[in-house]
């Protein structure tokens, strides 16, 4: 481990204190611009003004009597011959309009006359005929055979006869062969039992025929 330095004993000598050196300045060029200050502006010099001579002016150069003369004179010649070639060109520009016409008129013939045609007849509508009831019956949306109320018939009857044997549908109804509101509300509630969604509610379709046979069995009571 290094041992620690020993402190320095102070100086015992005289203490040096700092010194202020002062030059002198130069004020000679001051004193001299002062000078001349006070005394006024310096004299100029003298120039050698008296010693130069003002030389005389130049005169115009002389303009000989027949100088005008020919300028004037060629001015006439110039002018007649632009007159004339402005004549020239009017007169070929004339001869060219009329030549122009033509070949326009040559490439561009005047186009027939359109007759107009006379209006077309529009044909009397034909009478469309009017369906039978077999047709309607055919055309049915829910099938051939369908069954609604207003209907009668064998087809109503068995029907009825049906729905008599499924219990509680058509309980006390009647088999006389006409498809009235009880009979539409009988099968409304045979469709809604038996979850069949293929025909109109009421109506008697394929959908509820093939249901209510299948569970009937084929065949007539009468």
């Known amino acids: 481990m290094p041992t620690p ?8 000598g005289r203490i040096l204190e700092p010194v202020r050196v002062v030059r002198p300045r130069s004020f000679d060029a001051l004193a001299e611009l002062m000078r001349e200050m006070e005394t006024g502006p310096a004299r100029a010099a003298p120039t050698d003004e008296a010693k130069t001579q003002e030389l005389p002016p130049v005169p115009p150069a002389p303009v000989p009597p027949g100088a005008a003369g020919p300028s004037r004179g060629l001015r006439l010649p110039v002018v007649a011959g ?4 402005a004549a020239l060109l009017g007169f070929g520009c004339a ?3 009329p030549v122009r016409h033509e070949a326009a008129a040559s490439a561009h013939p005047p186009q027939p006359a359109v007759t107009a045609s006379p209006p077309a007849t529009t044909p009397a509508p ?3 005929p009017t369906p039978s009831p077999a047709a309607t019956a055919t055309t049915d949306p829910d099938g051939p055979g369908t069954l609604r109320q207003g209907d009668t018939g064998p087809e109503v009857t068995d029907l009825q006869r049906r729905l008599l044997r499924v219990p509680d ?5 009647s ?3 006409t498809y009235d509101a009880t009979l539409t509300a009988a099968v409304a509630r045979f469709q809604l039992w038996y979850g069949i969604s293929g025909d109109e509610t009421g109506v008697y379709g394929d959908d509820t025929r093939r249901a ?3 569970r009937t069995g084929p065949g007539d009571d009468a």
Not at 5 to 12: A, C, F, G, T, V
């Open 95 to 97: 001869l060219l309009l």
């Open 212 to 214: 209510l046979e299948s």
């Open 82 to 85: 632009a007159l004339a070639a």
């Open 175 to 177: 088999a006389d062969g």
């Open 126 to 128: 034909t009478p469309t």
């Open 5 to 12: 330095l020993e402190p320095e004993r102070p100086h015992s």
């Open 169 to 173: 549908v058509y309980r006390d109804g």
